[in-house]
C-alpha cells in the first residue's frame, strides 16, 4: 500500500488536497478529524489522560486493516511538525517499515499569511477545526511546521497552487 502522510500546519490545505486525491485519482482518505473525533466521543477533552495513546492505536489500527484488504493508494492527513513531534513520527515511519507500508511524506507550506486567510474558510467554522486567527497566529509563532525527514517525502509550497495541482504533483511522485 502506498500511504500519502499530508502533513503540516492548520489550514495548510491537507484535507482539501486529499478530498481531491480520492475524487479524482481515486485514493482512499483518512483524514486526522476521524481518528480524533472518534476519540474525543469517549474522552472529556482534547489531549486528557491518554488521548494521545488512543488516537494513535485508532490510526495504527485503520492503516492495518486498509492494507489487510487491499487498498493501494490511501492518503492520510495529520497535522504535525517533524521538530516537536520528532519521537511520534519516528515511531509512525518505523510502524510503516514493519507492517509494509510505502510512505511519502507529503508536507504543504503555504505563507503565514494564506494560514491565516484560510483559518476562516467556512468549512473550518463547521468543524473542530482551528478557525481562529489569533490562535492561528500564536500556533504558527511557537510551532516551526517543517516536513518529516524521509527519503520518499517532499514540500510543496501551495500558496498559489489549486488543489488539483498540488494532487497532480503528488500523483506524479508517487507514480
Given at each position: ?5 499530508l502533513?503540516g ?7 482539501t ?7 479524482y ?17 469517549i ?11 488512543f488516537?494513535?492505536e ?40 514493519q ?14 499569511e ?12 463547521l468543524?473542530?477545526?482551528?478557525s481562529?486567527?489569533?490562535?492561528m497566529?500564536s ?37
Open positions: 500500500m502506498k500511504l500519502i502522510w502533513h500546519a492548520p489550514a495548510a490545505g491537507k484535507l488536497v486529499a478530498k481531491y486525491l480520492n475524487e485519482f481515486e485514493y482512499k482518505l483518512f483524514h486526522n478529524h476521524l481518528a480524533v473525533d472518534l476519540s474525543l466521543s474522552y472529556n477533552e482534547f489531549g486528557e489522560k491518554d488521548f494521545f495513546n488516537t494513535n485508532i490510526r495504527r489500527t485503520v492503516l492495518v486493516k486498509a492494507k489487510e484488504i487491499g487498498v493501494t493508494h490511501l492518503a492520510m492527513t495529520y497535522m504535525t511538525c517533524y521538530e516537536s513531534d520528532a519521537a511520534e513520527i519516528n515511531k509512525y515511519l518505523k510502524f510503516f517499515e507492517n509494509g507500508i510505502d510512505i511519502y511524506p507529503i508536507h504543504l507550506s503555504p505563507s503565514h494564506a494560514l491565516l486567510q484560510r483559518s476562516i474558510s467556512e468549512e473550518r467554522l468543524s473542530h477545526k482551528l481562529c486567527p489569533e490562535k497566529f500556533l504558527l509563532n511557537e510551532m516551526k511546521f517543517i516536513g518529516i525527514k524521509h527519503s520518499n517525502a517532499i514540500s510543496l509550497d501551495n500558496t498559489n497552487m489549486s488543489p488539483a495541482e498540488v494532487a497532480r504533483k503528488i500523483v506524479a511522485h508517487v507514480g
